[in-house]
């Protein structure tokens, strides 16, 4: 907690906003897309289906084949519990709605469902998306998988198993947004990258979850940054965005958002 707590004071100092952003691409997304400000009806369907989780009884036996839980230590956790501890919050839910929507992704690909929070709100955001989520613990696999099927959530996904097997067999599909929200190892975060990175185009958009999760995780986010296929990155401290526009001379931004 220390580690982050001190980076966020770092983060603070280094960021802007859209008036320190000189890439017109980059402006516009910030712009029309971070700082939107409409009040979207999809927010209030993307809240609702964060309380039905709060108001759950449901405990779940749970695998974590990541770095687990900073908070939660116990193998079995009531999804009420999950959704306030880990679940994506509905600031960055109401994000990946807009990022979704603003981007119009046709193929994406989520490493690590959870509670299907996130997998709901890039639904919602492109309804005709086709949304691949895959998730290591078959408890949570099961109950979101549910939780989606009642939203009617047709174009989403859920593969349930190990992210080195599974993305192995989707390596030959095409993904315009690749979340990675599933392990937060700087070991696993760099093999991932590198085994989704043949997937991508030039308007791809990567986002990494937690990027100061520890000082091995913001390490990863250093390498990957460097990587010479990576043109443009954004960092807004909890998201790494990462861009593969060859149009674009290379650059990082620090954006709060």
């Given at each position: 907690m220390f580690y982050q707590i001190k980076q966020y004071i770092k983060f603070i100092i280094k960021s802007t906003n859209q008036h320190g952003v000189h890439s017109p691409f980059v402006y516009d997304l910030v712009t029309k897309c971070f700082y939107d400000k409409t009040n979207y009806e999809?927010?209030?369907?993307?809240?609702?289906?964060?309380?039905?989780?709060?108001e759950s009884n449901t405990k779940i036996k749970v695998k974590d084949l990541g770095a687990g839980s900073q908070v939660m230590k116990h193998q079995e956790?009531?999804?009420?519990?999950?959704?306030?501890?880990?679940?994506?919050?509905?600031?960055?839910?109401?994000?990946?709605y807009r990022l979704t929507n603003y981007f119009k992704p046709n193929n994406i690909l989520e490493l690590g469902t959870s509670l299907g929070i996130?997998?709901?709100?890039?639904?919602?955001?492109?309804?005709?998306?086709?949304?691949?989520?895959?998730?290591?613990?078959?408890?949570?696999?099961?109950?979101?998988?549910?939780?989606?099927?009642?939203?009617?959530?047709?174009?989403?996904?859920?593969?349930?198993?190990?992210?080195?097997?599974?993305?192995?067999?989707?390596?030959?599909?095409?993904?315009?947004?690749?979340?990675?929200?599933g392990n937060h190892q700087k070991k696993a975060t760099l093999k991932y990258f590198e085994m989704v990175l043949k997937t991508a185009n030039n308007d791809s958009v990567f986002i990494f979850d937690d990027i100061y999760w520890?000082?091995?995780?913001?390490?990863?986010?250093?390498?990957?940054?460097?990587?010479?296929?990576?043109?443009?990155?954004?960092?807004?401290?909890?998201?790494?965005?990462?861009?593969?526009?060859?149009?674009?001379?290379?650059?990082?931004?620090?954006?709060?958002?």
């Amino acid at each position: 907690m220390f580690y982050q707590i001190k980076q966020y004071i770092k983060f603070i100092i280094k960021s802007t906003n859209q008036h320190g952003v000189h890439s017109p691409f980059v402006y516009d997304l910030v712009t029309k897309c971070f700082y939107d400000k409409t009040n979207y009806e999809a927010y209030n369907t993307i809240l609702n289906y964060r309380k039905s989780l709060l108001e759950s009884n449901t405990k779940i036996k749970v695998k974590d084949l990541g770095a687990g839980s900073q908070v939660m230590k116990h193998q079995e956790r009531s999804v009420s519990d999950i959704t306030k501890k880990a679940g994506t919050t509905h600031t960055r839910a109401k994000l990946l709605y807009r990022l979704t929507n603003y981007f119009k992704p046709n193929n994406i690909l989520e490493l690590g469902t959870s509670l299907g929070i996130a997998t709901h709100a890039m639904n919602l955001g492109n309804p005709k998306a086709k949304i691949t989520s895959i998730e290591g613990c078959p408890n949570t696999s099961a109950f979101s998988k549910n939780q989606l099927k009642i939203q009617d959530s047709e174009h989403i996904n859920i593969i349930t198993g190990n992210f080195n097997t599974e993305i192995e067999k989707l390596s030959s599909n095409r993904y315009n947004l690749i979340f990675f929200d599933g392990n937060h190892q700087k070991k696993a975060t760099l093999k991932y990258f590198e085994m989704v990175l043949k997937t991508a185009n030039n308007d791809s958009v990567f986002i990494f979850d937690d990027i100061y999760w520890s000082e091995s995780m913001t390490e990863a986010w250093e390498i990957i940054k460097e990587h010479p296929k990576v043109t443009v990155t954004i960092d807004t401290f909890f998201w790494g965005f990462v861009f593969f526009r060859n149009e674009q001379v290379k650059e990082h931004f620090k954006i709060r958002v």
